[in-house]
């Protein structure tokens, strides 16, 4: 996984060379982001395994600058993030689960130091669970763990050039932790 996050790095290194910005999010900025989550927060304890890695990507436009002071600006956005896992029961029974979340969400970003683009927000969204059974042994399943899901994240991003950065967000969709790189369009 670390391999796969550094050579998405180096590739966006490659292309969006450039210097690093002063400020990090404005109005009219798109950054997209995509991101692999650590700590899932829906499939722990021994019964499950081969837990497929949180993936999630968000899409965030900057809708108005100088919120409190010159620092600071508001963004809104897209959020979509996967994982799934498989639960034993027995031997060779169980269930399959998987787990979309679509939302929306809203940040409001502030500047600190020169290249950070630091945030706190909230999203609204679904998560759409999807469970089916394998094996002898077990009859009939349901997936009434879908329903509205709201959080409230932190995160922040480093800007390496103009248009690439590496992203840390804390609480946010699918995993408890996120680590991966933004880049602005």
């Known amino acids: 996984m670390r391999k796969f996050i550094l050579l998405?790095?180096?590739?966006?290194?490659?292309?969006?060379?450039?210097?690093?910005?002063?400020?990090?999010?404005?109005?009219?900025?798109?950054?997209?982001?995509?991101?692999?989550?650590?700590?899932?927060?829906?499939?722990?304890?021994?019964?499950?395994?081969?837990?497929?890695?949180?993936i999630a990507g968000s899409y965030e436009v900057g809708i108005k600058d100088e919120l409190f002071d010159v620092n600071s600006s508001l963004g809104v956005g897209a959020y979509v993030g996967y994982t799934g896992s498989k639960y034993t029961y027995g031997p060779g029974?169980?269930?399959?689960?998987?787990?979309?979340?679509?939302?929306?969400?809203?940040?409001?970003?502030?500047?600190?130091?020169?290249q950070l683009d630091t945030y706190v927000g909230l999203m609204l969204g679904y998560d759409i669970v999807s469970v089916k059974n394998f094996g002898t042994g077990v009859y009939g399943s349901s997936?009434?763990?879908?329903?509205?899901?709201?959080?409230?994240?932190v995160g922040g991003r480093y800007y390496f050039t103009d248009r690439l950065a590496v992203l840390l967000e804390l609480g946010s969709g699918i995993a408890v932790v996120n680590l991966g790189i933004a880049i602005k369009l």
């Not at 997936?143 to 994240?153: E, T, V, W």
Request: no cysteine.
């Open 8 to 54: 998405l790095v180096a590739i966006a290194l490659l292309v969006f060379p450039g210097k690093a910005q002063n400020n990090a999010f404005n109005k009219g900025d798109k950054v997209v982001n995509l991101s692999v989550g650590l700590g899932n927060r829906l499939y722990s304890g021994s019964a499950y395994s081969n837990v497929t890695p949180a």
């Open 93 to 114: 029974y169980g269930w399959k689960y998987s787990d979309v979340i679509i939302g929306a969400r809203g940040a409001v970003h502030y500047q600190f130091i020169e």
């Open 143 to 153: 997936a009434s763990g879908s329903g509205f899901k709201f959080d409230a994240f």
